[in-house]
């Protein structure tokens, strides 16, 4: 039987759309709770004593996923095709398995810098006050509302010159997906997330008007299709309550540490031991908001800390990449 997966999540944010299109792909039924947009958060800090602000957070069993490249990476390990799972790396056209490292290096650099020029198109101007703080505090410096507008029509510039690369890529490859796969890739979902973003906003409309993107935007809209017409197969998801996910989490079991193991030299590296107290900071946005708690697993691309809240001991997992790991 598969571990019950809840989301923590909230409308507006493209990262737990990200993740919930690939629920969608691989049909993975979970449950969803409804988080404010701002901090604070107690729904995660309470009952698992995570000091974590950014969106989604995942639970699988006992352990809480941080970061979707963390999250979409287990998903595909923990639910795989041999149980009757879909999959964000389909093989590719002609036949082949798809290029899976490259897809994975291509999307995070790429997402991370069209989120930072899509955030740019939001209604900033009309946003209330306290979600604008919010975010100061987020990025660590205060959002100046006139300068994000000014910078409009260059980040539209930019995300359309972003979008060109896509549009050679479509044109060379001849398929119906960016990575010539028989259905969309992670890369795919990696783009489209950030272009249904920004796709309800005024500011955003030059995006949709382009006349040298044709094969782009045609790709835009055969992926909203395909993950309409996911989502309607899908059961589920279903909302619950904030108590209800923290029994249901409670419930759970752990997953094997086994799968991530301790590496001694880096270990070493990073100056930490097994057992150490730790604090857990992300690099950029966010990093006011430190994880503590003590190390149990440490790999080349996931470290694992036991956290203690209200409902009991958890794991919170995390990415070596973007993440500062140093001794409480």
Known sequence: MSPPVVIYRYDMSPYANRTESVFAFKRIPHQRVEVA???????????????????PVVAIGKDLYCDTNLILAVIERRFPTSEGY???YPPKRNGGASDTGIIRSFCRPLVKTLFMLCGLL???????????????TWIGTKIDVATFIAMRPGAISTIKAHL?????????????????????????VSVGFLLQWIKPEAPGKPVFESENLPLTLAWFER????????????????????DEASAIIANGDFESLDVVGFDKTDGALL???????????PLDTGATCSSTGKLLALSIEEVVIEVNGNAGV????????GYKFERA
């Open 37 to 55: 947009p701002i901090m604070p958060r107690p729904q995660i800090l309470e009952p698992f004593g995570l000091n974590y602000r950014r969106i």
């Open 86 to 88: 879909g999959t964000i």
């Open 122 to 136: 939001m209604p900033w101007d009309v946003l209330p006050d306290a979600f604008i703080n919010d975010r100061s």
């Open 164 to 188: 060109a690369q896509l549009e050679e890529q479509l044109q060379n490859s001849g398929g119906d997906w960016l990575f010539d796969t028989v259905d969309p890739s992670l890369a795919d």
């Open 223 to 242: 992926y909203e299709a395909h993950l309409q017409k996911a989502k309607a197969s899908q059961s589920g998801p279903k909302d619950i309550s904030a």
């Open 271 to 281: 100056g930490l031991n097994l057992g150490d107290t730790i604090n857990v900071t």
């Open 314 to 321: 958890f794991r919170a997992h995390f990415p070596k990449i």
